[in-house]
């Protein structure tokens, strides 16, 4: 792979980790990017995965105070994140890719909305009943993780949008918790690939590509964090939710 595809890789890691730790979606970056590189999209897929994982732990050093303060909540999402991520995994090799992308555009729509109207929705959820109940935050942290585990393309919109009805705490800090959860779920997810690629080598994932990706998305967790910080929970919230809207377009109208 020739010198400008590897910068143009890296450059595409550090943009999605950007936009992963500020609101979730960076996969829309780094997948298509490694398309145009010459990978299938079952070998982007996965490259992407594992090649964003410095990213995602680049951000949580980032987030790590905010994380000390919402250890409780922190603490809660190991399990169902891991066990999302899991079965996530599991779910991609048994029916593969194709099967779950096509909800991906309903998914991202809703989840969009429903970030948009957080504010009111979440004030008539507190009137209605009570937040922060365990079992509907590790129903929604498993589903979230399983979707990231699966194929991951958005979750980090769809966590924003139920964290931000289910979590008594204002943006900012929802979304410390979602790179956490994030981390979690495509660390499990990278595991598999990699752990089937080193046991029998398929070119499912590139390590070539990998590598170039990882460095840029490296140096964009740690810039993401420090722009998610600077923006009010307004403009996050339309940020994320125009990043749902995009990703929901490019799976409707581009992606074959």
Same mark, same amino acid.
């Given at each position: 792979?020739?010198?400008?595809?590897?910068?143009?890789?890296?450059?595409?890691?550090?943009?999605? =980790?950007? %936009?992963?730790?500020?609101?979730?979606?960076?996969?829309?970056?780094?997948?298509?990017?490694?398309?145009?590189?010459?990978?299938?999209?079952?070998?982007? @897929?996965?490259?992407? /995965?594992?090649?964003?994982?410095?990213?995602?732990?680049?951000?949580?050093?980032?987030?790590?105070?905010?994380?000390?303060?919402?250890?409780?909540?922190?603490?809660?999402?190991?399990?169902?994140?891991?066990?999302?991520?899991?079965?996530?995994?599991?779910?991609?090799?048994?029916?593969?890719?194709?099967?779950?992308?096509?909800?991906?555009?309903?998914?991202?729509?809703? +989840?969009?909305?429903?970030? $948009?109207?957080?504010? !009111?929705?979440?004030?008539?959820?507190?009137?209605?009943?009570?937040?922060?109940?365990?079992?509907?935050?590790? +129903?929604?942290?498993?589903?979230?993780? $399983?979707?990231?585990?699966?194929?991951?393309?958005? =979750?980090?919109?769809?966590?924003?949008?139920?964290?931000?009805?289910?979590?008594?705490?204002?943006?900012?800090?929802?979304? *410390?918790?979602?790179?956490?959860?994030?981390?979690?779920? @495509? %660390?499990?997810? *990278?595991? /598999?690939?990699?752990? !089937?690629? $080193?046991?029998?080598? /398929?070119?499912?994932? =590139?390590?070539? *590509? +990998?590598?170039?990706?990882?460095?840029?998305?490296?140096?964009?967790?740690? %810039?993401?964090?420090?722009?998610?910080?600077?923006?009010?929970?307004?403009?996050?919230?339309?940020?994320? +939710?125009?990043?749902?809207?995009?990703?929901?377009?490019?799976?409707?109208?581009?992606?074959?």
């Amino acid at each position: 792979m020739p010198g400008r595809t590897d910068l143009w890789l890296s450059f595409a890691g550090l943009l999605a =980790s950007c %936009v992963n730790a500020a609101a979730g979606g960076g996969t829309l970056l780094s997948f298509p990017s490694l398309m145009a590189a010459g990978l299938s999209p079952l070998a982007a @897929n996965a490259t992407s /995965t594992v090649g964003l994982l410095t990213g995602y732990l680049a951000s949580v050093a980032g987030y790590r105070a905010q994380m000390r303060r919402l250890r409780g909540e922190v603490v809660f999402t190991i399990i169902p994140s891991l066990l999302g991520g899991t079965l996530g995994a599991w779910l991609l090799l048994k029916l593969g890719a194709a099967f779950f992308a096509r909800m991906v555009p309903t998914l991202l729509i809703v +989840a969009a909305l429903l970030l $948009l109207a957080q504010p !009111l929705l979440g004030a008539v959820l507190r009137r209605a009943t009570r937040v922060d109940r365990p079992a509907p935050l590790f +129903a929604a942290i498993f589903v979230v993780a $399983l979707y990231g585990g699966y194929f991951g393309a958005g =979750s980090g919109i769809l966590f924003l949008a139920a964290m931000g009805l289910l979590y008594g705490r204002d943006l900012g800090q929802v979304n *410390a918790i979602k790179v956490f959860v994030s981390l979690l779920a @495509n %660390v499990i997810a *990278a595991a /598999t690939f990699v752990v !089937l690629e $080193l046991s029998r080598p /398929t070119g499912a994932l =590139s390590w070539r *590509a +990998a590598l170039p990706l990882s460095l840029g998305a490296f140096a964009g967790g740690y %810039v993401g964090v420090r722009v998610a910080r600077r923006l009010p929970p307004a403009a996050l919230r339309g940020f994320a +939710a125009a990043v749902g809207i995009a990703i929901a377009l490019y799976f409707l109208f581009f992606r074959r």
